[in-house]
């Protein structure tokens, strides 16, 4: 397969589209879109199919996908290490907001100063949503909180988070106090734990409040809106942090675990990333978690 042909298709995906995918490559739409149709001839497959004003990926265009990205990716390193210089590139990487926002940014900046030929990209969402990104081949790897479905992943463990439920200061923290749960929507595995729990003591919460970040959760708990459940690292960085009550969680729903996940081989700039993450070893001791705790599919 021509590279050329490989790099065309990857930015007509990731830019979602043939004028976006032209504009990035410098190249005028209708060239793109002749390749695309070149590269589908020789191919014998359509490799999209047009849904409105979007082309959607076709079961053949998915599995070339993931093969073209393994495919770029090698030529890269090939082309980097006959140069003889460092490790250059970019890394995609997906997060759940609240390691981005507390967890990462330590460990990011250690690579950084390692690794300054290195662009890290970083989106951030649910659970759900960055594992489907995985899927997609829109990040390399990602990190996601238990309980996710592990599937043919990759994973090592990256850090453990405290949870805690929070609400106003003048609600007592028990349960009849969750009538309304203040959440991101679904997909988030934090949201997923609060409404096992609540299940499992019979209880339903009468209203759920979607929300998109936790400045945002944690202002409407401030507010007397309602409770969350949230990461104590989280809510130590949040502006209104000391705004708000915090309450323990029973046994099996206070820590939780957060992994790094990927799809295949793991790149270079990937590995060297895993190693500066802490160690999960010296964590468990400084926590007093020896295993796992709470459900998981991972």
């Not at 497959?45 to 990926?57: I, N, P, Y």
Request: charged share 20%; net charge neutral; proline share 5%.
């Amino acid at each position: 397969m021509d590279l050329d042909d490989l790099h065309i298709f990857r930015s007509v995906v990731r830019e979602g589209g043939v004028t976006r995918a032209a504009s990035h490559l410098n190249r005028v739409p209708s060239n793109v879109t002749t390749r695309i149709k070149q590269f589908e001839e020789r191919l014998g497959v359509a490799l999209f199919r047009r849904e409105g004003r979007t082309l959607a990926l076709t079961d053949a265009g998915r599995t070339l996908l993931g093969h073209a990205e393994k495919l770029l990716q090698l030529a890269d390193l090939a082309e980097r290490e006959l140069r003889g210089g460092g490790m250059r590139g970019v890394l995609r990487l997906g997060s759940l907001e609240s390691a981005a926002g507390a967890r990462l940014p330590p460990i990011l900046s250690a690579f950084h100063a390692h690794y300054p030929d290195v662009t890290i990209e970083l989106q951030t969402g649910t659970t759900r949503a960055m594992l489907r990104q995985l899927e997609r081949h829109e990040v390399e790897a990602a990190f996601v909180s238990e309980p996710f479905e592990h599937g043919t992943l990759s994973s090592v463990p990256a850090f453990d988070e405290e949870l805690v439920l929070i609400t106003a200061w003048s609600a007592d923290g028990g349960l009849d106090a969750i009538r309304t749960v203040v959440a991101f929507p679904h997909g988030c595995s934090y949201r997923q734990r609060l409404f096992e729990w609540l299940a499992a003591e019979g209880r339903s919460p009468e209203r759920v409040l979607e929300m998109s970040s936790y400045h945002a959760i944690v202002a409407c708990v401030a507010a007397g809106t309602g409770a969350a459940i949230v990461p104590a690292e989280v809510l130590d960085h949040a502006v209104l942090g000391t705004a708000v009550a915090r309450h323990p969680l029973p046994a099996g729903l206070r820590l939780n675990r957060t992994h790094l996940v990927w799809s295949g081989e793991a790149s270079p700039a990937l590995r060297s990333l895993m190693g500066l993450l802490p160690r999960m070893g010296e964590q468990e001791a400084a926590s007093g978690r020896s295993s796992r705790v709470g459900p998981t599919n991972s």
